[in-house]
């Protein structure tokens, strides 16, 4: 079936960073809302970042100016570039689809999101 997946994340020192990679593997995906989700231990998904088939791009207040979500059509993979990491971005990052439309193209709730990868761990620590 339609699959996400996962790659690029790792342990990096504070300010560090680190560029995570969404591809799906039956090609399906343009025109989608892709996101990135994260998840702390003990917390609720969170949304990080979106971008709808057009482009546009909304991020959550506390990754603005610090993250990059971007999308290759061409290699079919969504990337999330972070930079100044900080210790509270710590967790499991998730790559979701939204196949039904239901974001809006807007970094929505989890629910929004019907197709989703299997998690990358991203730990910030010194």
């Known amino acids: 079936g339609q699959k996400l997946e996962e790659s690029g994340g790792g342990s990096v020192q504070p300010g560090g960073s680190l560029t995570l990679s969404c591809t799906d593997n039956?090609?399906?995906?343009?025109?989608?809302?892709m996101a990135w989700f994260r998840q702390a231990r003990g917390n609720e998904r969170e949304g990080v970042a979106a971008?709808?088939?057009?482009?546009?791009?909304t991020y959550a207040d506390h990754v603005k100016g610090r993250f990059t979500i971007s999308q290759d059509n061409d290699k079919n993979t969504v990337y999330l570039q972070m930079n100044s990491l900080k210790p509270e971005d710590t967790g499991v990052y998730y790559c979701?689809?939204?196949?039904?439309?239901?974001?809006?193209?807007?970094?929505?709730?989890?629910?929004?999101?019907?197709?989703w990868g299997q998690g990358t761990q991203v730990t910030v620590s010194s």
């Open positions: 979701a689809a939204d196949s039904f439309g239901l974001s809006g193209g807007k970094l929505g709730p989890a629910n929004d999101y019907n197709l």
């Open positions: 039956r090609y399906i995906l343009d025109g989608f809302t």
């Open positions: 971008i709808d088939g057009d482009g546009t791009t």
